[in-house]
């Protein structure tokens, strides 16, 4: 598994963002609106070749009162798990077609003994335009008041100290983080709600941010932390695969607050003292692209919709 390039990473934003930028307007945010963008891109490891197989928008969560018995309302509509969900989908579709035994050209997988077998060429990568709600958005701010010059930093961050930096914060040597509205599950250990850096906890799993009642969804760097343990293909899935589906590589987008080590602490090292063993230990980067409707001055308030793009053909 080679590690991108920072031109490669760029060209993989640049697409996911042209794919979003072609589909129609409905779902999309009005003038002052903004959202998050994510995507699932397929890469043939030997053609280099890749394209958008899913993409997801949105922002929002609704609260435990508001959650249908009948399971008929989406309780979890961000960005990320929009992605997945279509993804899943694309999964789906693919194992069809090997069922069908049609020829390589048409599916991923490789159908062996009753089960499928992903293709030892293809590989998938994740991208989405801001850091996930929860743990990862916990990182110390910048001295850059321009989100756009903290990838001026980019390299000194990737080169940093994950233990070092949580150090930092946890002895108050940062003046203040970017906080997260996910808060934390409701029997364990709260936020002390400090000054400055002491705002938060770290490594804490949380229930996904929203207006009025607590949701009962865990906030997306749980749910990616949780992917990259077991696969993202999902219970169901996996019974009908010869091993997990594992995402590679995690591209996240440029403009916003950015932390490399707050992502590893988030999905590697919640226990802050060791790197936990994982099948397969994703590449995570930064890309130079910004997503045009990332949140702003000129774009202060959440879209109300979403997008869901699925490849089929």
């Not at 000194?156 to 930092?168: Q, V």
């Not at 203040?176 to 850096?197: M, S, V």
């Amino acid at each position: 598994m080679e590690e991108f390039t920072s031109e490669f990473v760029d060209k993989i934003a640049l697409t996911c963002i042209g794919v979003y930028a072609n589909i129609p307007k409905i779902g999309k945010p009005a003038a002052e609106e903004w959202n998050v963008l994510s995507c699932i891109v397929q890469l043939d490891t030997v053609t280099q070749n890749y394209e958008v197989v899913s993409l997801g928008t949105g922002s929002k969560c609704i609260g435990a009162t508001k959650m249908s018995p009948e399971g008929i309302k989406l309780n979890d509509s961000h960005a990320e798990v929009f992605a997945r969900r279509g993804f899943m989908l694309y999964i789906y579709k693919n194992i069809e077609k090997a069922m069908m035994s049609m020829s390589p050209r048409e599916t991923i997988f490789i159908k062996e003994n009753g089960q499928f077998r992903l293709r030892d060429n293809i590989e998938f990568v994740f991208y989405s335009s801001q850091m996930p709600c929860g743990d990862a958005s916990i990182i110390p701010k910048s001295n850059d008041s321009d989100y756009g010059n903290i990838l001026t930093s980019r390299k000194r961050e990737a080169e940093g100290n994950n233990d070092e930096i949580e150090s930092k914060i946890l002895k108050n040597d940062i003046d203040d983080i970017h906080r997260t509205g996910a808060k934390c599950l409701p029997h364990n250990e709260q936020d002390p709600k400090g000054p400055g850096a002491k705002y938060h906890l770290l490594g804490q799993v949380r229930t996904k941010p929203g207006l009025g009642d607590r949701t009962l969804s865990v906030s997306c760097s749980d749910k990616i932390a949780r992917w990259i343990h077991v696969g993202i293909q999902g219970a169901l899935l996996d019974m009908l695969l010869t091993e997990p589906i594992y995402i590679k590589h995690f591209i996240f987008g440029g403009g916003v607050p950015y932390s490399k080590e707050s992502l590893i602490r988030a999905f590697l090292n919640r226990n802050g003292k060791q790197q936990i063993t994982v099948p397969v230990t994703p590449h995570i980067y930064q890309t130079t692209a910004i997503f045009h409707h990332i949140k702003s001055e000129q774009r202060p308030r959440p879209a109300p919709g979403s997008v869901l793009l699925v490849k089929f053909g």
